[in-house]
């Protein structure tokens, strides 16, 4: 792989980061996802708890409040402050060279930059997004799990609806879409490494 920058955005436990990690395997490239956060913890001097929290998610509550108060020229809170040392550390990884690099609106910051990319949406049905989450948290209430699939869905929408005006999860801003629960993981791998070699190639060409 010489040139194929991949972005992965998911909706919360459908397995987009055991894609994303397994696809960079497969690709022999790097894996962006817990560095962005070390990263830009470093870099701004927040906790690596609150650039976790502020980093990728927020309430849609928050995100027409702050879109209020934004007004202001005096205003400033942590999310924007991490969101623009995120999106640096995202474009620096992305101009090191071929890399997946998982959600934080990474398929609109390197799109901006003029930098050519496989952006890829990876969800499921609720039934394997429930077992996947039940198993990561090792919780079986299954009220409980879908409201916090419902509620960490909502906040990434908010998110990326905020920092990209657009709507997450719509088809026309991806490449691919793929449903991690029908096609399994293992497909999901093999369609995405296949798509970033073609695309490899063609730019070889």
Not at 36 to 49: F, H, L, N
Not at 86 to 115: S, Y
């Amino acid at each position: 792989m010489k040139n194929c920058i991949i972005t992965i955005s998911r909706e919360y436990g459908a397995g987009g980061h055991s894609i994303g990690k397994r696809v960079a395997e497969e690709l022999g490239i790097p894996f962006y996802d817990r560095d962005i956060v070390k990263q830009t913890a470093e870099a701004s001097g927040y906790s690596p708890e609150l650039v976790e929290t502020e980093g990728e998610d927020i309430s849609r509550t928050d995100s027409i409040i702050r879109g209020i108060v934004a007004s202001s020229v005096f205003y400033s809170d942590s999310q924007d402050v991490i969101h623009d040392v995120q999106q640096a550390i995202i474009l620096r990884f992305a101009k090191a060279g071929p890399c997946v690099l998982l959600g934080r609106c990474a398929d609109e910051v390197i799109r901006k930059a003029g930098i050519d990319g496989l952006h890829v949406f990876i969800y499921a049905d609720d039934v394997h997004r429930a077992i996947r989450v039940s198993e990561m948290l090792g919780r079986s209430n299954a009220t409980e799990i879908q409201r916090l699939m419902s509620r960490k869905d909502a906040s990434r929408h908010a998110y990326y609806n905020r920092y990209t005006g657009k709507k997450w999860g719509d088809g026309r801003n991806y490449h691919i879409t793929l449903d991690s629960g029908a096609l399994g993981y293992d497909l999901c791998v093999k369609l995405i490494a296949d798509a970033a070699r073609a695309l490899d190639e063609a730019k070889d060409k």
